[in-house]
């Protein structure tokens, strides 16, 4: 919708640039034509710079999502070194009861021998090692040898048994923790998957506004060709006009010459003295914090770069509002800088990339109270001590700032 708009837009601009030669306007018409012009120049330039401070806006957020999709990566590159750990952990475990099954299976297969040796043939065998005994202390201790060696083997089966269990339930936890690792991985690459989606969306989104402001930009410059167009022909016309009046001046003139001679002093022309004295009433703002007041009257500039400063700092608070030029109703970052040096007769473009190059470059080590700090695709106020006022965001609006609270690109001096 909107392109189809500014290519209607293009196409009206070029039509009254070729019907504007052959049109013998009057120059109070031509005037007014060229007000329309510039009024609709300044509409676009509105448009442009709300669309800019969107993309920033969107910039921003694209910013914060980039911040947050490192951190997930982080985590899933922890915990996946985690999982390998889990997983060479439970390699060892599995030795570890590979070798307690083989410990138990041969204890098992000793103690079965020995079973089956003593039980093979019956219990004759058991009563002829008894009979077979010297005496009944000899009797006796081959009775007791044999329940110690039953209980012996039976011990030591147990404490293989015993072994291999605990085994067997450390490889269990492990393959848990490491099953809930995978869960929690499986997860977190989901969340990534949804970032960088929204991340797709929100760059798409910028590279849209990039392209209905290079559109917008297109339209201005056909205004401005047609701004041209017309103050050219406004001059043309003044000038024939001049021209005209002075040929009937000259005729006048030699037409009352002989009475001229006889009052010469009295025909004299009268002068308009009468001085149209416009109005500059500034907005009233609100009342400048001691800090503040102190800050720029301590740093180091001239007197009328403090002033104006201090008659920014007076709107800290108000609404940030794209495409806004309004100190007390809102603005934004250029809009707020532009209407501060309106208010002092001072007149600057109106976008920040336009007033990046306005004024004279300086080092920001040089930098003043009434300078203009310019970043990329945003602009503030130099109030002195190392602190901008600008016109920030559509959540904070206009406040103070470090000035290196992102890159500067250039500091320009206007005043």
């Not at 000899?138 to 060696?149: P, R």
């Not at 403090?306 to 608070?317: H, L, M, N, T, Y």
């Not at 006022?389 to 001096?413: D, F, M």
Request: charged share 30%; glycine share 6%; hydrophobic share 35%.
């Amino acid at each position: 919708m909107k392109k189809k708009m500014i290519c209607i837009v293009l196409t009206l601009v070029i039509s009254l640039s070729q019907i504007m030669p052959a049109y013998a306007a009057t120059i109070s018409e031509l005037k007014k034509q060229l007000a329309d012009t510039q009024n609709q120049l300044n509409a676009i330039n509105g448009q442009a710079a709300g669309l800019e401070g969107k993309k920033d806006a969107v910039e921003e957020e694209i910013d914060e999502l980039d911040g947050i999709l490192v951190e997930l990566m982080s985590s899933i590159s922890l915990l996946q070194e985690e999982i390998e750990e889990k997983k060479e952990q439970i390699v060892q475990v599995q030795e570890e009861l590979d070798a307690a099954i083989i410990r138990e299976e041969t204890q098992y297969e000793s103690m079965k021998k020995r079973i089956k040796f003593m039980y093979e043939k019956g219990n004759s065998t058991y009563a002829q090692l008894l009979f077979e005994a010297k005496s009944i202390s000899d009797m006796m201790n081959k009775a007791d040898y044999i329940e110690k060696l039953y209980a012996y083997d039976r011990k030591l089966l147990i404490r293989y048994q015993e072994t291999r269990q605990e085994v067997a339930d450390l490889k269990e936890a492990l393959e848990e923790e490491k099953s809930a690792l995978e869960a929690e991985e499986f997860e977190l690459k989901e969340e990534e998957a949804a970032l960088e989606e929204a991340l797709e969306a929100k760059r798409a989104e910028a590279d849209n506004f990039e392209v209905q402001i290079a559109q917008i930009r297109q339209s201005a410059a056909a205004y401005k060709a047609l701004i041209k167009q017309q103050t050219s022909q406004i001059k043309q016309l003044e000038a024939e006009e001049a021209a005209r009046r002075a040929r009937e001046e000259a005729e006048r003139k030699a037409k009352e010459e002989a009475e001229r001679k006889k009052n010469n002093k009295n025909n004299e022309s009268s002068k308009d003295n009468n001085t149209n004295s416009g109005s500059t009433s500034k907005p009233t703002g609100n009342a400048v914090s001691a800090d503040v007041v102190s800050m720029i009257s301590s740093a180091s500039g001239s007197a009328k770069g403090k002033e104006v400063a201090s008659f920014a700092c007076r709107f800290i608070g108000n609404p940030y509002v794209p495409g806004g030029t309004s100190l007390t109703n809102g603005a934004d970052c250029s809009g707020f800088t532009q209407a501060v040096y309106r208010e002092f007769g001072i007149s600057i473009p109106r976008n920040s990339s336009s007033q990046r190059s306005c004024g004279t470059g300086v080092s920001y080590g040089e930098a003043q109270p009434g300078d203009l700090i310019c970043y990329a695709g945003h602009v503030g106020m130099y109030i002195g001590n190392g602190y901008i006022v600008h016109a920030s965001t559509q959540r904070t609006g206009i406040k103070i700032t470090p000035a290196t609270y992102k890159e500067i690109l250039a500091v320009r001096r206007v005043l």
